[in-house]
């Protein structure tokens, strides 16, 4: 395994759609290892693959109540409620900000085996479905914020 660099806001690569995985090669195996690794050294709920610059559309989240998710392809199928709460990014360091998310969210994704699964969230793993997801289409939650905070 090995610990990637975690892009910061300002690079492009954070901007662009990110294109499905075809076909679940030892390749995006190593990767989902290496973001599960990151996402652990970086003490993160979520990272997303373009946060590492791959334009594919991988994330993995680690929530302390519900362990560890390795998606691929995922989508959102279902969501209903709201909740407002606090979020940050590890791709925007020192900043915090509070954003409007539904309280539950369903995806369907693909797991490391190819597998069709659907994981239904709430609360922080809602939010974290949401946020990661959202990477996937160049989008970054200071985008959807209702207020910033500053913490530097
Ligand atoms: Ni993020």
Redesign the pocket.
Known sequence: MAKLKILKVGDEALRKVCRPVENITPRVLQLLDDMVETMRAADGV?L?AP?VGILRRIVVIETPDEGLFELINPKIIAYSGEQISEEG???VPGRWGTTKRPMHVTVRALNRKGETIDVTGSGLLAKAFC??LD?LDGK??IDVAIKMDSVD
């Open positions: 979520g997303a946060q990014c590890l791709s946020h990661e990477h970054l939650y």
